[in-house]
């Protein structure tokens, strides 16, 4: 069964250090996002790409990074880890055809920034 | 400029009784109305949708119902049970943009038995 896959589910790291949060989907969706979801703010937009080589900036992009070299893959770099980047982070993937299309979101990454 | 705004923020129920989540919208152009359910620790996935030319779909026990011109949606829980339990959101989405959907804020249900 096609899935999305986000890898660590949990993550301990420093201030100033270099985190990426991997996330994978075998849906072969064009269109897929990382979110951060916080009490009282609900799911905020990160960063997004519509295909292969294609990034965009989301809402609170400040401080992250996305690649996209495949269909499958696209990775959520936090350059220097701040404490206010402790969060849940989401991926999600959609096939990107209309806007009756489904986001299909992976498990979490627990990311805590001491 | 919140786009989607989405209440109550948490809403506690008995067993059998009727949960209620309102969401409101600004942008005339949204056409697709879609909810998410998600339990702890899990990812939202798609509960059930709507699109502006209905004023009611239901699936089951969850119902959505939509005011165009007041530009109001709600999702409507019927007999809600302890594994209802949830974080709910709302969301809306338009044809011709980017078919990135704008998230509510959320509501936390929790059903007591």
């Known amino acids: 069964d096609a899935e999305i896959t986000q890898s660590p589910r949990h993550k301990i790291t420093e201030t100033g250090r270099q985190v990426t949060l991997a996330c994978h989907q075998t849906?072969?969706?064009?269109?897929m996002f990382w979110y951060r979801q916080d009490l009282g703010h609900g799911l905020r937009l990160i960063h997004y790409?519509?295909?292969?080589?294609?990034?965009n900036k989301g809402e609170v992009s400040d401080g992250y990074s996305v690649s996209r070299s495949n269909t499958e893959d696209l990775p959520l770099t936090l350059e220097s880890a701040a404490s206010s980047q402790t969060s849940v982070y989401f991926c999600?993937?959609?096939?990107?055809?209309?806007?009756?299309?489904?986001?299909?979101f992976g498990p979490g990454t627990r990311l805590t920034v001491l | 400029q919140q786009q989607v705004k989405q209440s109550p923020q948490s809403l506690i129920v008995q067993k059998g009784g009727i949960s209620i989540i309102n969401c409101a919208y600004e942008n005339t152009a949204f056409d697709y109305f879609p909810w998410y359910q998600q339990f702890p620790g899990k990812g939202p996935a798609l509960l059930i949708a709507i699109r502006p030319d209905v004023s009611e779909k239901k699936e089951g026990r969850f119902t959505i119902s939509f005011n165009k011109s007041a530009k109001q949606f709600s999702l409507h829980i019927m007999d809600s049970q302890p594994g209802d339990s949830a974080t709910y959101f709302c969301?809306?989405?338009?044809?011709?943009?980017?078919?990135?959907?704008?998230f509510g804020r959320g509501t936390s249900l929790i059903v007591h038995p």
């Open positions: 969301a809306a989405s338009l044809s011709g943009g980017s078919y990135i959907p704008t």
């Open positions: 790409s519509y295909g292969v080589h294609d990034t």
């Open positions: 849906w072969n969706h064009n269109n």
């Open positions: 999600a993937s959609m096939r990107g055809d209309s806007s009756t299309d489904t986001q299909y």
